[in-house]
């Protein structure tokens, strides 16, 4: 079983629609979640953040986690066609050989068409 | 610009060369780490210096030799690399490696090992 599972996707939305892109990971004691966005040809860059269980805002994202389901997702508002890329979901391992580092997804390919 | 800088940005070397590759940070940072990206797999942590020290080597073969002089400077020594090596290298930093603290990568090298 992968540590963090993400939908490859790719997912199609039109242009201002909410795009929903989704993430599960195994290791329950996990505390900080991340998304980062990578466009083709770049390095991650970082997006949001989350540490509590519900919802965070920030613009047009919104982070939501939910520890009891082990599941973390990142609504995107209006979507615009610069946002498209490759959206990565990163998770801090909670003890052991895990503690601190964070582990990727593979990334789900989202595609905004106008 | 993340304040973490990368060079080279493209790197071509034969199996029986030994390259370097320099990672800079500006943002103050304690942590610094290597990562592998490669086509159609996640990132995949290869080191974690946490105050000039070494804290994680992520089962990461001989030929990848890391060198952490200070806090700001992260390399990576490469020698006698294999064809299956070939990746963008991408660094990052965060304020300490508890993980409790987003990462900020730089731009990366993509390697090729011909």
Request: some cysteine; overall charge neutral; glycine content about 8%.
């Amino acid at each position: 079983q992968k540590e963090v599972e993400q939908n490859s996707g790719p997912l199609s939305v039109p242009e201002g629609a909410i795009a929903s892109l989704n993430c599960t990971y195994s290791d329950r004691g996990s505390q900080s979640f991340f998304w980062y966005r990578q466009y083709s040809g770049k390095s991650p860059e970082l997006i949001m953040f989350i540490y509590s269980n519900g919802d965070k805002e920030d613009g047009r994202f919104t982070a939501q986690l939910n520890k009891a389901s082990q599941y973390v997702s990142l609504l995107i508002r209006d979507s615009q066609p610069s946002d498209s890329a490759t959206y990565l979901c990163a998770v801090t391992g909670a003890g052991g050989t895990s503690y601190g580092k964070l582990t990727f997804g593979q990334g789900t390919i989202l595609t905004v068409h106008p | 610009e993340t304040g973490v800088t990368q060079t080279p940005r493209h790197l071509v070397m034969g199996m029986t060369n030994k390259k370097s590759l320099k990672c800079e940070q500006h943002l103050g940072h304690n942590a610094m780490y290597w990562y592998k990206q490669s086509a159609k797999k996640p990132l995949e942590l290869m080191f974690v210096y946490n105050f000039k020290e070494q804290t994680e080597n992520n089962s990461v073969p001989s030929r990848f030799s890391p060198e952490c002089p200070n806090s700001s400077h992260l390399f990576l020594h490469l020698h006698t690399l294999q064809p299956e090596d070939s990746a963008l290298y991408l660094c990052a930093s965060s304020q300490t490696a508890s993980g409790d603290y987003e990462q900020y990568f730089g731009p990366g090298t993509r390697l090729t090992v011909t």
